[in-house]
């Protein structure tokens, strides 16, 4: 096992090209972290300079302690699991998983116990005769998995390894990767542009952007308390509602004046954070399940919603509509099926909504919001 730490690490290209900017990161022996972020955002690249397929420019990349910035691939004793699978097409799934060990000089013995243990573990031992052809993406997946997990390695370094699963499958490998953690103890770092891949499956989310590292914390804190509007943009579904707004202060209660919008009060536990910003405009973060058909609990405030779009995904809707003329985009299940052109009331919970700064993007930082135990409205 090992811990991974990166020091300031870069990567430039030639014409000064920036594809990582000085990113520090320690990951824990036995963490499960995940890059997360859009296409180009330098994630891949990132791992790639950890496994050593990259160069570093600038920076230092530790390993258990040990320097090894500038130490071969081979080397690092890290396995890297690609997107493409890369098997051998014209090798069966047992000579696959062997090849690496038969190429450090392994004996018959330990190798055919190696994959004979590691295909138990995937659920390939009935498969071990056949071809990557005759294999399905979920099976094939599971191979570049095994070829891994026999070389022992002290850390896995996964880069969108489940991309080209169908929807199902992903499911299921997600599962699987979460389990197969838990058994091997070992350190693992996911590449991936998937949110719920990244909620759902680490212990740790890093996102990134431009080449920069913007944000590290467990899936939940990244989700909560984004530091950015980027942030909190890339971690929800359908997208948070940005909605510019002027923060209004009267005696002790503090409001939100949407513009071209209602008021929206801040409970009373939030009030003190957003007093001194009284007077000027800012923009307002509501995730579209801080929305609900009924009023659960006293202090979620009653909106009324011109609906002007709908979207039935089976369990849920998404609904799109305006409060008075602020577009939003709202999350209600399955047993609300309002109608386009219909005027719905919705109750907004507004201890989970986030001011941001209108130029900067960056939050307005607040204390974290209080268990609420008060009983729900009947």
């Not at 030639?14 to 990582?20: D, L, Y």
């Not at 990767?177 to 070992?186: A, D, E, S, V």
Request: aromatic share 6%.
């Amino acid at each position: 096992m090992a811990s991974i730490e990166l020091r300031n690490v870069s990567k430039t290209y030639s014409g000064n090209q920036h594809s990582v900017r000085s990113v520090n990161l320690h990951i824990k022996d036995g963490e499960f972290v995940i890059f997360l972020g859009p296409s180009g955002c330098g994630k891949s690249t990132t791992l790639r300079m950890i496994a050593g397929l990259e160069t570093i420019t600038d920076g230092t990349l530790l390993i258990d302690g040990k320097d090894v910035s500038h130490v071969a691939p081979r080397d690092r004793n890290i396995a890297v699991v690609f997107q493409s699978y890369a098997l051998y097409p014209h090798m069966t799934v047992a000579e696959n998983m062997a090849f690496g060990l038969k190429m450090r000089g392994f004996s018959n013995k330990v190798i055919n116990s190696k994959v004979a243990e590691s295909a138990a573990m995937l659920g390939l031992d009935k498969l071990l005769h056949r071809k990557p052809a005759a294999l399905s993406g979920g099976q094939r997946q599971r191979v570049a998995l095994g070829r891994a997990i026999v070389r022992e390695p002290q850390a896995f370094l996964l880069d969108e390894p489940l991309s080209n699963l169908d929807a199902q499958l992903r499911g299921e490998m997600r599962s699987e990767l979460i389990k197969l953690h838990r058994r091997l103890g070992k350190t693992m770092i996911y590449v991936t542009h998937d949110q719920v891949e990244a909620m759902t499956m680490a212990d740790r989310i890093c996102i990134m952007r431009d080449g920069n590292l913007i944000q590290s914390g467990t899936p939940l804190d990244v989700y909560n308390y984004p530091v950015n509007t980027f942030v909190a943009r890339f971690l929800s579904s359908p997208s948070i509602n940005l909605l510019p707004c002027q923060v209004e202060a009267t005696g002790s209660r503090v409001s939100l004046k949407l513009i071209n919008g209602p008021s929206i009060s801040v409970p009373d536990w939030m009030a003190d954070d957003y007093r001194s910003l009284a007077g000027k405009e800012m923009t307002v973060g509501l995730r579209a399940e801080d929305f609900n058909s009924h009023q659960r609990r006293p202090e979620w405030q009653p909106l009324q919603l011109s609906v002007t779009r709908i979207e039935s995904l089976g369990a849920e809707n998404i609904v799109s509509g305006k409060l008075n003329n602020a577009a939003v985009i709202i999350r209600l299940d399955h047993h609300t099926y309002p109608q386009e052109g219909e005027v719905l009331t919705v109750y907004l919970d507004p201890n989970a909504l986030h001011l941001f700064h209108p130029d900067s993007g960056d939050v307005v930082n607040r204390r974290k919001t209080p268990r609420i135990t008060d009983n729900l409205v009947a």
